[in-house]
C-alpha cells in the first residue's frame, strides 16, 4: 500500500539552507525514489491560513518512506530545512483502489 510524504512550507526564513537542502534532498531521493506527485505548483487557499506552498512525494509503503525520512542521507539534509524554514511534515498511508 503506498504511502505519502507531505511537507507544507509555511515560511522561508534562510534562502540560503534551503539551497543546501534543496541539494542534498535531491541527493537522498536519488537513493530512494520517491515519486513526486505535486512540487511547489499552483495553489489555491480554501481554509485556514496561507501557505508558501506543498511538496507530495509518494513511496511504495509507509516503511519505504520512513526509511527515506530516517535515512543518513535526507537527516543531513533536512538539518538544512530546520534552520531555512518553518515547515509541517507528515507521512500517511495511502489506500489504494480495490
Excluded: C
Excluded at 508558501?52 to 538544512?80: K, M, N, R
Aim: hydrophobic share 40%.
Amino acid at each position: 500500500m503506498p504511502a505519502y510524504f507531505v511537507a507544507v512550507r509555511e515560511a522561508v526564513n534562510d534562502p540560503e539552507q534551503m539551497k543546501i537542502y534543496g541539494e542534498k534532498a535531491e541527493k537522498s531521493a536519488a537513493v530512494h525514489q520517491p515519486v513526486p506527485l505535486a512540487l511547489y505548483g499552483r495553489l489555491r487557499h480554501t481554509d485556514g491560513g496561507a501557505v508558501e506552498g506543498a511538496v507530495i512525494l509518494e513511496f511504495p509503503t509507509f516503511e519505504a518512506a520512513e526509511a527515506w525520512y530516517d535515512s543518513p542521507e535526507y537527516q543531513e539534509a533536512v538539518a538544512h530545512r530546520f534552520r531555512g524554514a518553518t515547515y509541517r511534515t507528515f507521512i500517511i498511508q495511502g489506500v489504494t483502489g480495490e
